[in-house]
């Protein structure tokens, strides 16, 4: 079907609805049952690869299966023919796959592959079409991303020559053993912190994110922005809640330094820019510091405040992205200077867009208020003041940021000398289902907000107790 469009949507369509339901169903069985646990081939662990599901990962990739449905519907009508003749679905499955192998994996080497899977995808959609923004976009995006990979590997490496063992579930009883070194751990865990820390954009090593999220076409940016740099900071909590510890002697103040610097860089450069997506990708790094802050903090509120923060930052990140792809499709152009009078031609796309801004702002009773609420709580509890202060004068500039878009894209009277654009057509029309799609997730998740913080409560307790993954998964082999 390479080139068969119609039959590649059509098997998409099923693909992502079929997604869709299977997540929704894994949510509810762990919630129901526990943890799920698969040993591939039959192989039991340590020796084997296995797949773990629980509530952390069920939640992401049910989060991730409901963005993928609405960026396919998207591209559906706004991706040109040319892109999607070159491979656009197939690749766009793909890296979903590398997303639920990254979420379900057992293993820290196969962690790693599954993170190559994902991020191969990521480079060739950047890629594709071959224009120069985009090619300069994806050497940007590649260059440093082969760093942060050699990195990983890199800890891979010496976490198996430290321990001989890389299933996940063994390494969590090995490095609490009364017979093992747990400073050893520092080597790898600075390995494993820089590259995922380049992966998730974490301040210092953002640079990337802002120079390649801009260049492809919304279709591509909307998923890779909205869920790719969420799967790091997935990572970083999957980790340091088994094998590393954030409570040690450098790792917490470290973190917590780190996601500050995050939440004050990201909105400083988005305040600077005078570009739609520029803004937005911006406002990536600058929410990535809040996800940040909850594993910093680490404390169960903490914690359940992180994984709510990111569930609601995938779905209202990708829906601005998509919001953006409709102005642009309608104005022709994505600077706030050449933009203007959405409002009074579009008013449905500006309600749209003005409700996932102030979500995103963290204005009640919208999503990411709860999120903020919980990481604040968290915050006052553990005793960390200045962290708590930052993260509310970031939300305030956030919100300043958001006002800037909606006053240049949306209010303000379109610059004259500008032609005008053409008639509405019916194909820009139908780029609203989607984000209709995910505004309804979006206000799900503020106004029926406790049912969900309930269920993050529930996958950071699992966190907590990295006993319940260790006994499901090794079962009878512990010594």
Known sequence: MWRDIKWQTVVVSCVQLIFVGISGIMLQQVLMQGMQVTQIGGWPAPYGITLVADVLSALMLLTTSIAGLAVFMFSHVALDKSRKKFGFFPLFLLLQMGVSGVCLTGDIFNLYVWFEVLLICSFALIALGSKKSQLEGALKYVTINFIASGLLLTGVGVVYALYGALNLAELALLVRSEHVNA??????????????????????????????????????????????????????????????????????????????????????????????????????????????????????????????????????????????????????????????????????????????????????????????LMLAKGGFQAGNYILVATS??????????????????????????????????????????????????????????????????????EVFHSEIYINAVLKDKRP
């Not at 004068?393 to 654009?421: A, D, G, H, Y």
């Not at 008639?423 to 029926?448: A, K, N, Q, R, S």
């Open 183 to 372: 400073e050893l751990l520092a080597l790898p865990g600075i390995f494993f912190l820089t590259g995922f820390g380049i992966k998730a954009a974490i301040f210092p090593l953002f640079f990337w994110l802002p120079a390649s999220y801009h260049t492809p076409p919304i279709a591509v940016s909307a998923f890779v922005a909205g869920i790719v740099s969420k799967i790091g900071i997935y990572t970083l909590l999957r980790l340091y809640s088994l094998i590393f510890s954030v409570e040690g002697d450098y790792a917490q103040p470290l973190l917590l330094l780190l996601s500050g610097l995050t939440m004050v860089v990201g909105v400083v450069g988005a305040a600077a820019q005078v570009d739609f997506r520029k803004i937005l990708s911006f406002h990536i790094i600058s929410q990535i510091g809040y996800m940040l802050m909850g594993i910093a903090i680490y404390t169960p509120l903490a914690v359940a405040g992180s994984i709510f923060f990111v569930i609601h930052n995938m779905l209202v990140k990708t829906n601005l992205f998509l919001v953006s792809g409709v102005v642009a499709r309608r104005h022709r152009s994505f600077s706030l200077t050449r933009l203007g009078g959405v409002y009074l031609k579009h008013p449905t796309l500006s309600f749209l867009f003005l409700i996932s801004a102030l979500s995103l702002a963290g204005l009640p009773p919208l999503s990411g208020f709860w999120g903020k």
């Open 392 to 461: 509310l004068c970031v939300s305030l500039v956030t919100l300043l940021s958001m006002t800037k878009i909606w006053n240049e894209v949306f209010w303000k009277p379109r610059p004259k000398r500008l032609k005008q654009s053409t008639h509405e057509t019916m194909g820009t029309y139908t780029l609203y289902f989607p984000v209709f799609f995910l505004l309804v997730f979006i206000l799900i998740l503020g106004v029926f907000a406790d049912p969900v913080i309930q269920v993050c409560k529930i996958a950071a307790q």
